[in-house]
């Protein structure tokens, strides 16, 4: 009798053993389904533009002019073109505007801006937007964090709030200067004079 028992122990033992592997192999699997799942969208302006004719070669010519174009607001460094894309990366400063701040956020924010043409339409985005700090101590990261990286002790909600407005506002005059830059003919840009 006591080798009956000892075998339907062992058996038990067996079915549990072999159970919590399979389930230890079915977790993994889980955690990476909820990991997409939960995966928040990005903040992105994107818009397709249609033009009167225009061969996506003028189009890219236009869209690496307006690159090169320097503007007062905001920086434009990072060009790159491939193909039918024009890429590069915008940046403007950023400063709490009191004159003792409770947070002193100063730095910048950047954002990543492609172009792409078609024959007689263009697609801009914008994406990637996010805030650094000169101290590195009160850096928000990007525009789609609930809580800033720093952490809502280093930056409480009302600034944050208030940094990712300016970090829009931004990124709507870069879309503004875009439209204005694609409008322009790539032969209408004048050689610099020296």
């Not at 993994?28 to 818009?47: I, V, Y």
């Not at 869209?63 to 607001?73: A, F, Q, R, Y």
């Not at 709490?96 to 954002?111: C, F, Q, R």
């Not at 101290?135 to 789609?144: Q, R």
Request: some cysteine.
């Amino acid at each position: 009798m006591s080798t009956q028992i000892k075998n339907i122990f062992f058996s038990l033992a067996m079915v549990f053993f072999v159970g919590s592997i399979s389930a230890q192999e079915k977790e993994p699997a889980k955690k990476h389904e909820d990991e997409f799942a939960k995966k928040k969208p990005e903040t992105k302006l994107s818009e397709v533009i249609t033009t009167d004719s225009l061969p996506a070669s003028e189009l890219v010519k236009r869209g690496v002019n307006w690159i090169k174009v320097e503007s007062n607001k905001y920086k434009k460094s990072s060009g790159t073109t491939a193909g039918t894309k024009v890429e590069c990366t915008a940046s403007f400063p950023v400063k709490p505007k009191e004159l003792n701040p409770e947070v002193d956020y100063s730095g910048k924010i950047t954002m990543k801006v492609v172009i792409e043409c078609k024959d007689s339409k263009y697609k801009y985005t914008i994406s990637d937007i996010k805030h650094t700090s000169k101290s590195g101590l009160t850096t928000a990261g990007s525009i789609d964090n609930v809580v800033p990286e720093c952490g809502s002790n280093a930056m409480h909600d009302v600034v944050w709030k208030k940094l990712k407005g300016e970090a829009l506002r931004g990124a709507a005059q870069v879309v503004t200067d875009l439209k204005e830059g694609m409008q322009k003919a790539s032969t209408d840009n004048k050689a610099d004079e020296w």
